[in-house]
């Protein structure tokens, strides 16, 4: 008996700053305690805020503090990407190259989008 092949559905591109989309095949699969896989595996997206203005924090922003801030020092502020959040609540800035700095507890505020 011959063999089918199965194509696979191609993946979409992600673009920078963007949730990624998940797959429709992930929204009923039933992982550990009955949840659904997307309870705690989507990411939730949010806005990092400076403290004193309110104002969110713009590309340009993060460049300046990876050139002038002592924190961000090893980053290479040409190829900086981004916020993320870590495990324990940590917000850390990163740059394209894989290098990280944890962002000081009360600089920034951290808005929810939905």
């Given at each position: 008996?011959?063999?089918?092949r ?11 700053g ?80 894989g ?16």
């Amino acid at each position: 008996m011959r063999m089918r092949r199965v194509r696979k559905p191609p993946r979409p591109t992600r673009v920078p700053g963007s949730v990624p989309a998940e797959p429709d095949s992930l929204k009923h699969k039933i992982i550990d305690h009955g949840r659904p896989a997307d309870h705690w595996s989507r990411p939730r997206p949010f806005t990092v805020l400076h403290v004193a203005t309110n104002v969110p924090v713009t590309p340009y922003d993060m460049r300046m503090m990876a050139i002038a801030e002592s924190w961000a020092k090893g980053l290479i502020y040409t190829d900086v990407e981004g916020f993320a959040l870590g495990d324990m609540g940590d917000l850390y800035l990163l740059d394209e190259c894989g290098n990280y700095a944890v962002a000081p507890e009360g600089r920034f505020r951290i808005r929810w989008r939905s």
